[in-house]
């Protein structure tokens, strides 16, 4: 691989890099949106219009754990599980990158079987 290649995967890496800091706050975890009944007398969920309810589900020593996640925090909860699912997409784009450029380094010697 030439000088070009290698400074042209360089600059992708400083990109992924670059969009990876501009991600906000994150939660490692998945949205859940369940459809409830309350069970109030006159309420609309007994004519069948349920209540829509949030959750966020996450592992913790290896359990899984669900939080409710308030109407006023539902953007905010949202958007900080969809940041996290983008972080894991761009380490995986900037690894791939690195092993690239690791790859066309004059050290990096393979050792193959039979050889």
Known sequence: MNELSKSLLRKKANSIRSQMRSIGQMIKGSIVIRMLSC??????????ILHRAIYIT????????????????????LMMCANYKKMKE?????????????KTSRRYNVRRKGN
């Open 39 to 48: 069970g109030k007398e006159n309420c609309k969920c007994r004519k069948g």
């Open 58 to 77: 996450y592992k913790e020593e290896g359990k899984t754990k669900t939080i409710y996640v308030a109407k006023e925090h539902e953007a905010e909860a």
């Open 90 to 102: 761009l380490l995986h784009k900037l690894t791939l990158t690195n092993i690239e450029i690791v």
